[in-house]
């Protein structure tokens, strides 16, 4: 019996990978020239709405800085530390790789 090479297994589904998928994102990757007043409001905007429909956990997706002055990311680290001190966030992590990795964030609120 020969072995069955990666190509032939069939992907294995995770039952439980629907509960932790975000259910909403805020796309700021591509908009180009943004301030960090105008990320902070398009932000509060975004998390007064998410509240609205009683969402726990959501993707913001901010690119990995590559386009920006000296190729370092800008909105990320901003957005880390604007979220991670609001009193609603349990967590603010680096999204999953097949939801954009270092170029997103995952936020789970504690409403």
Not at 47 to 58: D, T
Request: glycine fraction near 12%; proline fraction near 3%.
């Amino acid at each position: 019996m020969g072995k069955i090479g990666k190509k032939d297994r069939k992907k294995k589904l995770n039952k439980y990978d629907n509960l932790s998928k975000p259910q909403a994102e805020l796309d700021f990757h591509g908009l180009g020239g943004m301030t960090m007043s105008r990320v902070r409001d398009m932000t509060d905007e975004f998390i007064e709405e998410c509240r609205g429909r009683g969402l726990n956990k959501v993707l913001f997706i901010t690119g990995k800085g590559l386009h920006s002055k000296k190729g370092m990311p800008i909105i990320k680290p901003f957005l880390k530390k604007y979220l991670s001190n609001k009193s609603f966030v349990d967590r603010v992590y680096e999204g999953r790789f097949d939801r954009g990795g270092s170029g997103t964030l995952e936020v789970v609120f504690k409403w």
